[in-house]
């Protein structure tokens, strides 16, 4: 594999890597939901999946989708993360709109659990495996979903434990942890 490709491909597993890290996240705060019946800590576990998925679909809707629909042979695995995305967006309106108290937060919260739980098996199953494997401007697409990210987090983003700085020549430090190594 040349150094170009092995470069191209370590940009790509980056940005499916900081998608299945969030979405891991996402996981591991349905299942505190899941686990508590404190309204308060509810409240607080609601308040963080939605910005954490508001972000991440941020991302996807705005960079990735766009990026990926161009370079994928199922198109319409992106067409379906699109409307999967919108129910997802009307059930966090309607969440936001609701108390702790009201009988149908719960409820309305395990189905938006449900749907996004799909979703990701959808996602990390079908979508990047075709993604990984996509001709595209992985170096480009990397720099404005970590500058986009940056953004709306208004923090650096970490995978791995690692700071993502993006560099011209390449991402080094994220690198050298997802291969294994030490150095860039």
């Not at 309607?94 to 108290?101: I, Q, S, V």
């Not at 560099?167 to 150095?183: D, F, H, K, M």
């Amino acid at each position: 594999m040349s150094k170009y490709a092995e470069t191209s491909k370590a940009r790509g597993n980056l940005i499916t890597l900081m998608l299945r890290e969030d979405h891991q996240k996402i996981r591991q705060l349905f299942d505190q939901f899941h686990a508590t019946t404190n309204k308060h800590e509810k409240w607080n576990i609601v308040t963080a999946t939605l910005a954490a998925m508001e972000v991440h679909a941020k991302l996807e809707e705005e960079l990735i989708y766009p990026a990926w629909r161009e370079h994928m042979d199922e198109r319409d695995l992106v067409v379906e993360a699109h409307q999967e995305h919108h129910v997802a967006h009307m059930l966090i309106k309607e969440l936001k709109k609701m108390d702790p108290e009201d009988m149908g937060y719960d409820p309305k919260f395990a189905v938006l659990s449900t749907h996004v739980t799909y979703h990701i098996k959808e996602e990390e199953g079908k979508m990047f495996p075709q993604a990984e494997k996509a001709g595209l401007d992985w170096q480009r697409l990397t720099k404005q979903v970590i500058e986009r990210r940056q953004s709306l987090d208004r923090k650096p983003l970490w995978l791995l434990g690692v700071p993502v700085v993006f560099a011209s020549e390449n991402v080094c430090a994220t690198r050298a942890v997802l291969s294994g190594r030490s150095g860039g």
